[in-house]
């Protein structure tokens, strides 16, 4: 079966008991036990919901994974993972990982033993060099936020594999409808459902795969004992919006190349950062791990001040955080998501005052790249 195909028949889409094409939103917290001495596959929503449990199931054969866990948001998903480890561990992070991830390293998992090294993951030796004898795991994030960086996936994993080390990876960007690192050789993938994933800016979610039984068992621990659950209302939404992952992204991918090609010829645009540009140093290695160049895209205008009015002036797109919707959505990461950090730590990291982020909606594509053209003058 292709993938677009299995986001429509796949062993979860319909109902096992009504056979419903919407699984039910089974809105219990627990569960009647028939028999004290053996109880059922449910027994309390924490722990098991059928609505969560479907969209679990989704995601892990997706990504071609056998176990799938949702929990209450992107983040929750991320600070799980991490969780699986303890005091004493060492992980490594690149060092463009989202923000969000890279708080929880940097100002929460530190002050309870953890350690963490911090790595351009763009060069595969700075990784080896980073690895100790406590080192436990790398995390990977690619393409990189929101400079659209690559890192090697293939070429991170070997290392990884041999240091005995567990890779993990932030597939929200790609999806797996683009990106499955899993089948790359990936121990643990996970997503913020938020994006891609649910597609319609309505519902924040995390999801976490992999094919490893004894990690499966670690975040499970972890899920229902730490309890950052996805909801059985959220986890319903996630799953209606699965179902057009691909119908979404062809039409967003499509927009994205075509306004990474406009953005790249205007003369008030100084640099386009996109995986499908030739300009884009990294394109040859995502294309060899990955099935498209993706709907995000960010670009640098001549300065500031027409970064500014490119904001002011936009029409057809959200002016917000956040991307993956099935809206074009514009972000200015020196004020949204990169605001925390100093603004010389920012200008050295490449993320200047007059960086724009695009995701890409499915809107008339020649509507939006009117809009930028107006917006840009
Ligand atoms: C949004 C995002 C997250 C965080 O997910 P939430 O659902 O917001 O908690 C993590 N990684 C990436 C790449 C994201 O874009």
């Known amino acids: 079966m292709k993938f677009g195909t299995k986001l429509l028949h796949g062993e979860y889409t319909i109902d096992k008991t009504t056979g419903a094409l919407s699984v039910p939103i089974y809105q219990t917290s627990t569960y009647h036990q028939e028999n004290i001495e053996s109880l059922g596959e449910y027994t309390y929503s924490r722990s098991e919901n059928p609505t969560r449990k479907a969209l679990e199931g989704t995601i892990a054969s997706l990504e071609g994974g056998e176990y799938g866990y949702a929990f209450s948001s992107g983040i929750a998903a991320a600070a799980s993972i991490i969780s699986i480890f303890s005091a004493g561990d060492h992980l490594i992070f690149a060092d463009d990982l989202y923000g969000g991830t890279y708080r929880l390293a940097s100002s929460i998992f530190n002050r309870y033993g953890i350690e963490f090294s911090f790595v351009d993951a763009g060069n595969l030796n700075n990784i080896k060099e980073a690895i100790k004898q406590n080192t436990k795991a790398i995390f990977l994030e690619t393409p990189s936020n929101p400079l659209l960086k690559i890192t090697d996936l293939k070429g991170a994993i070997k290392i990884a594999k041999e240091n005995n080390l567990i890779t993990v990876v932030d597939n929200t960007f790609m999806s797996p409808y683009l990106q499955r690192p899993l089948e790359l050789g990936a121990d643990i993938v996970w997503h913020s459902g938020t994006k891609f994933l649910a597609g319609h800016s309505d519902v924040v979610a995390g999801l976490v795969v992999t094919s490893n039984k004894d990690l499966a068992d670690r975040i499970y621990y972890i899920q229902n004992g730490f309890g950052s659950i996805l909801g059985p209302q959220d986890s319903w939404l996630t799953l209606r919006g699965i179902k057009t992952l691909k119908a979404r992204l062809d039409i967003q991918q499509s927009n994205a190349i075509k306004i990474a090609n406009f953005l790249e010829s205007h003369k008030n645009v100084n640099k386009v950062y996109y995986p499908g540009l030739d300009s884009h140093e990294g394109k040859g290695i995502h294309l060899g791990q990955s099935f498209g160049p993706g709907a995000v895209l960010s670009f640098e205008a001549k300065d500031y001040l027409k ?71």
């Not at 490449?350 to 809009?371: F, Q």
């Open 307 to 377: 970064a500014k009015s490119f904001m002011d002036k936009i029409k057809y797109a959200a002016v917000a955080v956040s991307l993956g919707g099935v809206e074009t959505i514009i972000s200015y990461p020196a004020k949204m998501s990169h605001a925390a950090m100093p603004s010389d730590e920012r200008e050295k990291r490449g993320i200047k005052d007059s960086l724009i982020r695009v995701s890409l909606g499915i809107e008339d594509v020649e509507d939006i790249i009117n809009d930028f053209s107006k917006a840009l003058e």
